[in-house]
């Protein structure tokens, strides 16, 4: 059979990315390197992502060297894989940023095809080995059939078939949690396992995380993101399933300090007051615990929902990333003009579930501040109408808490009577596809930025 490709459609994908920055994100949103027949447009591609993901301008001489770092060693002087050959070519190539949609379709159309077309051969390899070569024929159609698909969003299940798939997948489940591990993604924490039951990637859960300014949601995420790691190295250390948080407004020093926080118990003022040369060697020896924790950050600047998925689809593969926080909402945007902002926030919400969770296997924790509303109210709990674009924000996400604290809104003279704790802390459940809403309480202490499980746990639906 001859292999499908077409070479003008790669180079004018490439041609396009390295004359028009803009065009990579549209690129990388539909292709990943194995989409090129040619090794070396792979190499090339391969070689923007990383860029990307180093926050860097993508232009010819940085794409050279990247795209030679990331070839084996054993292929490097290959004359197939003369990178810097293949570059300047594409310099002199024409390619107009609009018509690169045309260009990426049809890669994917042929790289799709491939896989159908290997699927075929390999089926025919089975059927000519096999002493049964009809009864092999019959799986191999079937293997052949689901290679299909793959190359088709659009999968069709009859009634029997979708019951039939899930009652299998109910019992991969049963079988995890008979091997005494947790299904979904868990952070051994109940005020958030309890409402969720375990985040599923499959389903690209997108889970909205807001709060006041101030009320520590993005320290609560990242403590959560931290246990997450460590069940996971204790759980499935086999699999390395990793979390990443996209930071786009804390630096490397703030997110370490955080970090350094909760692993310490230390407080902002022993971090940034000058600590003694014994006491950083303490909290490296906590930190050495640690360290091969499938846990990574990101501070590049992301305002752009398509680089953002670029960037996650990177360490994806790289590092089997299933956990996504996003810090936060108001930094996301999105090409296109947009009469008011709720729908703009309407269209980042739907690339976000659909373009970024579902198709990549990833759950998100999206970071988002809510508004003042609650100060001018006698009840001060959060509502949903507090989260700016709710509607828009709610159509998306599979839950949508508050990160509130009473402590933070209670008048001077209620703190004097006691009735306040400065730690109590609650997640207010306002959206929840497991149907099920209320309060769940936990112990915050924003000294030290940890959070605890609250000896009594607050329940019922409302």
Known sequence: MTRMVDHDAERAVLAACVLHPKAFPIAQGKLSPSDFADPTNA??????IEIAVAGLTIEPATVVEAARKS???????????????????????????????????AVKRLAGLRHVELSLQRAMTKIND???PDAVAASAMEDLLRATASSNADVTLSYGELHDRYQAKLREEAEIVRSGKKVGIRFDFAPIDNYTHGMRTEDGDLMVMAGAPGSGKTSVSMSLMRRYALMERMERPELRRAALFESMEMGENSTGMR????????????????????????????????????????????????????????????????????????????????????????????????EICKPLGVCMILIAHSNKASAMRDDPRPRMSDLAGSQQLAGKA??????????????????????????????????????????SSFVFDGSTMTIEDATSYLTPAV
């Not at 906590?286 to 670029?310: G, H, M, W």
Request: charged share 25%; net charge neutral; glycine share 4%.
């Open 398 to 439: 599979d839950y949508i808490n508050f990160v509130y604290r009473p402590w933070d809104s209670a008048s001077e003279e209620a703190k004097q009577t006691g009735i306040y704790s400065e730690k109590e802390a609650f997640f207010v459940w306002t959206k929840n596809r497991n149907e099920r809403l209320g309060d």
């Open 130 to 132: 096999s002493a049964d």
């Open 43 to 48: 190499a090339v591609f391969r070689g923007m």
């Open 259 to 354: 970090w350094s926080q909760m692993i310490g118990t230390l407080t902002t003022r022993e971090l940034r007051g000058g600590m003694q040369p014994q006491k950083i060697e303490a909290l490296k020896a906590l930190t050495d615990r640690e360290r091969d924790i499938p846990l990574y950050a990101n501070f590049a600047a992301s305002p752009n929902v398509e680089q953002l998925k670029s960037r996650i689809a990177y360490h994806r593969n790289a590092h089997n990333v299933r956990l996504v926080v996003v810090d936060h909402l108001a930094y996301l945007d999105i090409e296109g003009f947009y009469k008011d902002e709720y729908l703009k926030q309407a269209k980042i919400a739907h690339y976000l579930k659909h």
């Open 71 to 105: 070839l084996p060693s054993s292929s490097s002087n290959s004359p197939l894989l003369d990178v810097q050959g293949r570059v300047q070519e594409l310099t002199q190539t024409r390619c107009e940023p609009r018509n690169i949609s045309a260009h990426v379709s």
